[in-house]
C-alpha cells in the first residue's frame, strides 16, 4: 500500500503521521532539516534546562491529553506549579499581577479608575456590522478602550504572536473572541451565556486551561512521537515538486528518488508552501503565500542565583507593553513554572526579543540579546550581577502574523485542497499558532485524510464492481 506523504516534520505534521500510523494508515515524513520537531527542542547543561522555542503546552482540548496518552507519556507529564498562577503585566516599570476576579479588577493599580469604568460599559456597546474587518487594536479601542488595549491586549498579543494589535485582524488571530461580539453582542454576555456550549466541547478557554510540560521538557514529546514514527521519518529531505499523476501523487525531493504517495499534508510554514512547485490540473497557484509576514524572534534563557533577583517571580511570567519602552517583549519565570529548570539555589527566566514590535533587535549577536535582556530584568525584577547560565535561539522567521487580509491565505489553503483532491494542509499557517494549536490542527488533518482515503476506496471498490458485472 503506498504511503501519505508528510511535508514537513514539526509537531503539526509528526501528530498526523503518528494519528494515520494509528489507524494502519502507512506513511512517510519528509522533513529538510536534519532533525524533527521544529521550534520544539530542549537542551539540559548541568542543573539548567533551556527550551529553545515553546516552554509548556496549554491543555485546552481533549485532543491534547489523548496525545499524551497515546504516546504513553503521562507518567512524564508536568503542569505548572500551583503556586505560579501570577501573571504580571509591567506598568510604569514595575511588574502588576493581573487581576483574576471582579474584585481584583476593582482595586488592581494596573487600571484607572476611567479605564475600569469603561470596561465596565462593554455589554452596552454594539456589534460590528458583519463583514467588516477591524485590526485588534480598532476592535478594542471600540469595546474595551485606549488604556485597556495599552496595558492588557498589547502586551498579550506580543506574547502570542510577538506581532502588534494595529496590524492583526481580530476574525483572523481572535476568530472566538470576534464570533463572541457577533453571536452574543459583548464579550462579557458572550463569556456567560457561551460557557455551557464550551462545556459540551470538551474545550478549555487558554485563560483556564492547565500548562504543561514534561520531567525533561517539552522534547520529550518530539522524543516519543520519533519512538512510534521510527523508520518513516526522513531527515534533510527537501521536497522540490508535487506532481498529481492519475489520482496519487508524485513527492519529488531535491535530491534522491521520488516516492508515490496516496495523499499529501503539507504542514509548512507559509514560505515553505510558497517555495513548493506544486503540477497539478487545474494548476494550483501558492507564491501569493510567499506574503505572509513570520517576524524574527529571539529566546534568551538566563540563570542567576535566587538571591540575586528581587522579584519573588512567583507566578507565570511577565508582559510587556510596547508603551513602556522595553528592549524585551516579556518573560517566562521558568523554573517557578516547572521543576528541575535551575539547580538548588538558582533561577531561570526565560525573555523574547524582536517580533513584529523590534524585529531587528532579535537579529543581534548573541551576546547582544544577553546585554539587552539584563538591562530590562535589572530595572523591572531587580536583577543583579552576571547570569550563571545562558542559552540563546533566534528564529528569523518565527511565527505567522495573521494581520488584516490573512483571510485570503486562509482562502487560497482551502482553495488548494479543493483543486487538488489529496493534497491537505494543517498546522500554524493556517489553523492556530500555539503548540496545542497545532496538535489539534494535525489530529483533524489525520482524520481528514482517513476520511479521503476511505472514500477513495468506496469508489475504487464501485468501479471495479461495474467493471466485474
Not at 456 to 469: D, I
Given at each position: 500500500m503506498k504511503p501519505v506523504a508528510i511535508i514537513g516534520g514539526g509537531i503539526t505534521g509528526l501528530t498526523a503521521a503518528f494519528y494515520l500510523r494509528q489507524h494502519g494508515?502507512?506513511?512517510?515524513v519528509f522533513e529538510a532539516a536534519d532533525r524533527v520537531g521544529g521550534v520544539i527542542q530542549s537542551a539540559r547543561h548541568g542543573g539548567y534546562l533551556a527550551e529553545f522555542g515553546p516552554n509548556s503546552i496549554l491543555e485546552t482540548s481533549p485532543v491534547i491529553s489523548g496525545l499524551v496518552r497515546d504516546l504513553g507519556l503521562e507518567s512524564r507529564r508536568v503542569y505548572s506549579d500551583a503556586g505560579a498562577e501570577n501573571r504580571y503585566v509591567v506598568r510604569d516599570k514595575e511588574p502588576v499581577a493581573i487581576p483574576v476576579s471582579a474584585a481584583g479588577f476593582l482595586t488592581t493599580p494596573l487600571?484607572?479608575?476611567?479605564?475600569?469604568?469603561?470596561?465596565?460599559?462593554?455589554?452596552?456597546?454594539?456589534?460590528?456590522?458583519?463583514?467588516l474587518e477591524e485590526s485588534i487594536a480598532q476592535f478594542v479601542q471600540r469595546r474595551l478602550g485606549q488604556e485597556f488595549l495599552d496595558y492588557a491586549i498589547d502586551p498579550l498579543v506580543a506574547g502570542i504572536y510577538a506581532g502588534r494589535p494595529q496590524q492583526l485582524s481580530v476574525s483572523q488571530a481572535f476568530p472566538k473572541l470576534y464570533a463572541l461580539e457577533q453571536r452574543y453582542r459583548s464579550l462579557f454576555l458572550g463569556q456567560l451565556l457561551g460557557a455551557p456550549a464550551r462545556r459540551r466541547s470538551g474545550e478549555v478557554s487558554k485563560q483556564n486551561a492547565k500548562k504543561f510540560s514534561f520531567d525533561n521538557g517539552l522534547q520529550v514529546l518530539i522524543d516519543g512521537l520519533q519512538a512510534q514514527l521510527k523508520g518513516d521519518i526522513q531527515t534533510a529531505a527537501p521536497v522540490r515538486c508535487l506532481r498529481r499523476l492519475e489520482g496519487e501523487w508524485l513527492v519529488e525531493l531535491e535530491a534522491g528518488r521520488p516516492a508515490e504517495c496516496r495523499a499529501v499534508l503539507l504542514a509548512l510554514p507559509s514560505y515553505r508552501m510558497a517555495s513548493l512547485e506544486i503540477a497539478t490540473e487545474p494548476a494550483v497557484q501558492v507564491a501569493s503565500l510567499g506574503e505572509v509576514y513570520y517576524p524574527p524572534v529571539a529566546s534568551v534563557v538566563l540563570g542567576f542565583r535566587r538571591e540575586e533577583v528581587a522579584?519573588?517571580?512567583?507566578?507565570?511570567?511577565?508582559?510587556?507593553?510596547?508603551?513602556?519602552?522595553?528592549?524585551?517583549?516579556?518573560?517566562?519565570?521558568?523554573?517557578?513554572l516547572f521543576p528541575h529548570r535551575a539547580p538548588p539555589g538558582e533561577v531561570t527566566i526565560t525573555s523574547y526579543i524582536g517580533g513584529a514590535r523590534q524585529p531587528l533587535l532579535a537579529l543581534g549577536a548573541p551576546d547582544v540579546l544577553t546585554e539587552l535582556t539584563l538591562k530590562d530584568l535589572a530595572t523591572i525584577l531587580g536583577a543583579r550581577g552576571r547570569p550563571t547560565f545562558q542559552h540563546v535561539a533566534v528564529y528569523r522567521q518565527a511565527i505567522p502574523q495573521y494581520n488584516l487580509g490573512f483571510g485570503k491565505y486562509r482562502a487560497l489553503m482551502a482553495e488548494m485542497e479543493e483543486k487538488a483532491p489529496g493534497l491537505f494542509v494543517a498546522g500554524h499557517a493556517r489553523d492556530g499558532v500555539s503548540l496545542g494549536d497545532s496538535i489539534v490542527s494535525g489530529h483533524k488533518a489525520a482524520g481528514r485524510i482517513e476520511s479521503f482515503l476511505a472514500l477513495?476506496?468506496?469508489?475504487?471498490?464501485?468501479?471495479?464492481?461495474?467493471?466485474?458485472?
Open positions: 494508515i502507512p506513511v512517510r487600571f484607572s479608575v476611567a479605564a475600569k469604568l469603561r470596561v465596565l460599559a462593554e455589554p452596552f456597546i454594539g456589534r460590528a456590522p458583519p463583514g522579584h519573588p517571580l512567583d507566578g507565570f511570567g511577565m508582559l510587556i507593553p510596547e508603551k513602556e519602552g522595553f528592549n524585551i517583549l516579556g518573560s517566562l519565570f521558568s523554573s517557578s477513495e476506496q468506496r469508489r475504487g471498490n464501485a468501479q471495479a464492481q461495474a467493471v466485474s458485472a
